[in-house]
């Protein structure tokens, strides 16, 4: 299985979309870039998890 994102990459691109003001929501996500999600859920158990890893809360 070939994963797009590395977790650095997955953790940047959670962190750039954060602060362009896009929408977080898995949905939203999941439909405007679904190799971001395929990689978040690799590393990450859920994609709440990668969002809170991403930028810094627990």
């Known amino acids: 299985m070939d ?4 977790v ?3 953790a ?3 962190r750039q979309m954060t602060e362009n003001g896009q929408p977080l929501g898995k949905k939203k996500v ?3 870039d679904p ?3 395929q990689s978040a ?4 158990p ?3 998890h990668a969002v ?3 930028v810094g809360g627990k």
């Open 52 to 54: 809170r890893q991403s």
């Open 12 to 14: 940047a691109k959670i």
């Open 8 to 10: 650095d990459e997955v």
């Open 35 to 37: 190799d971001l999600m």
């Open 30 to 32: 999941k439909q405007a």
């Open 46 to 48: 859920s994609w709440e």
């Open 3 to 6: 994963i797009p994102f590395s």
């Open 41 to 44: 859920l690799y590393y990450y």
